[in-house]
């Protein structure tokens, strides 16, 4: 069964940093790709990064470049996302997902194309 649970997410002053977790289990990271995706309040979702099934093919929004950061660990079937300098806007519930990876070299950042999402963790940037 394809689970994925997300942990990491907290409070934190604006330019602070966090680094989120998405354990998957039911698959290994070689066969699904991940991608992390955030909505706020009366915000529609939006796509901040995705890691290819390979882990050779990572994509951000432009407006979230050289922010965050996608990485992943075989071993422990974990997929993090690394967020720094972090923005009032940067404010949402975030949640991973994944899709089939019969492409080892592609990822999206949009969510239709994602068939298990996990529960969310609440990220929230204040002063």
């Known amino acids: 069964q394809v689970q994925l649970v997300e942990s990491g997410g907290g409070s934190v002053q604006p330019g602070g940093s966090l680094r989120l977790s998405c354990a998957a289990s039911?698959?290994?990271?070689?066969?699904?790709?991940i991608g992390w995706f955030r909505q706020a309040p009366g915000k529609e979702r939006e796509g901040v990064s995705c890691?290819?099934?390979?882990?050779?093919?990572?994509h951000y929004p432009a407006s979230l470049k050289g922010r965050f950061t996608i990485s992943r660990d075989m071993i422990k079937n974990t997929v993090y996302l690394q967020m720094n300098n972090l923005k009032h806007d940067d404010t949402a519930v975030y949640y991973c997902?994944?899709?089939?990876?019969?492409?080892?070299?592609?990822?999206?950042?949009?969510?239709?194309?994602?068939?298990?999402w996990g529960q969310g963790t609440q990220v929230t940037v204040s002063s």
């Open positions: 997902a994944t899709a089939d990876g019969l492409d080892h070299n592609a990822c999206y950042l949009r969510g239709v194309m994602y068939d298990y």
């Open positions: 039911g698959f290994t990271l070689d066969d699904r790709l």
């Open positions: 890691i290819s099934s390979s882990g050779h093919v990572t």
